[in-house]
T-cell receptor, first 117, second 114 residues
Framework: GAVVSQHPSWVICKSGTSVKIECRSLDFQATTMFWYRQFPKQSLMLMATSNEGSKATYEQGVEKDKFLINHASLTLSTLTVTSAHPEDSSFYIC?????????????FGEGSWLTVV | AQKVTQAQTEISVVEKEDVTLDCVYETRDTTYYLFWYKQPPSGELVFLIRRNSFDEQNEISGRYSWNFQKSTSSFNFTITASQVVDSAVYFCALSEAADYKLSFGAGTTVTVRA
């Protein structure tokens, strides 16, 4: 079946540095990918919609200059947290909209735990 | 306004008991999708079910069953004869129109005690 893979699964970075998280669709082309953020014991909140070959669409309240999203191919979207601070520590998870399967199914990656120290 | 409401924050049951998780949603769209996901402590989201707005037929999958009622905008989830492995956070989610963005409920933490 379709698989979406995220890398890295865990990352610890120093405050002020940038960190990149990758989201790959392994056996299908993803025209659209979504990035969500989940703080501890909270729900998942959509951050942005990533469309292949065009600029990402950010949800209200999400800083586009801080959370850079690049969707350069139909199988890869990247989220870069720039100048990370401890408050950015969170679980980041992507989903991909595949064009195969029943009714354009949504597939989620395994998620990436970011800790900023 | 919150689109998906999961009123139960935490539910604790003893193994073999049934547990029902409530989900109430709000949308003006006539075409939408409802989802349930399971999130174990490791974090990944395990897909359980997707239901489109035109299919009100209830579904059963093993020990899991879902009750979709458009009249009350509810999409409740029941685990029958719960097991310890069912312990997790369960999220109900809504996707409106065809954009496939998901609005998640707050989640319900289910703890099944042996």
């Amino acid at each position: 079946g379709a698989v979406v893979s995220q890398h890295p699964s865990w990352v610890i970075c120093k405050s002020g540095t940038s960190v990149k998280i990758e989201c790959r669709s392994l056996d299908f082309q993803a025209t659209t990918m979504f990035w969500y953020r989940q703080f501890p014991k909270q729900s998942l909140m959509l951050m942005a919609t990533s469309n292949e070959g065009s600029k990402a669409t950010y949800e209200q309240g999400v800083e586009k200059d801080k959370f850079l999203i690049n969707h350069a191919s139909l199988t890869l979207s990247t989220l870069t947290v720039t100048s990370a601070h401890p408050e950015d520590s969170s679980f980041y998870i992507c989903s991909a909209r595949g064009t195969v399967g029943p009714g354009n199914t949504i597939y989620f990656g395994e998620g990436s735990w970011l800790t900023v120290v | 306004a919150q689109k998906v409401t999961q009123a139960q924050t935490e539910i604790s049951v003893v193994e073999k008991e049934d547990v029902t998780l409530d989900c109430v949603y709000e949308t003006r769209d006539t075409t939408y999708y409802l989802f349930w996901y399971k999130q174990p402590p490791s974090g990944e989201l395990v897909f359980l079910i997707r239901r489109n707005s035109f299919d009100e037929q209830n579904e059963i999958s093993g020990r899991y069953s879902w009750n979709f009622q458009k009249s009350t905008s509810s999409f409740n989830f029941t685990i029958t004869a719960s097991q310890v492995v069912d312990s997790a956070v369960y999220f109900c989610a809504l996707s409106e129109a065809a954009d496939y963005k998901l609005s998640f409920g707050a989640g319900t933490t289910v703890t099944v005690r042996a």
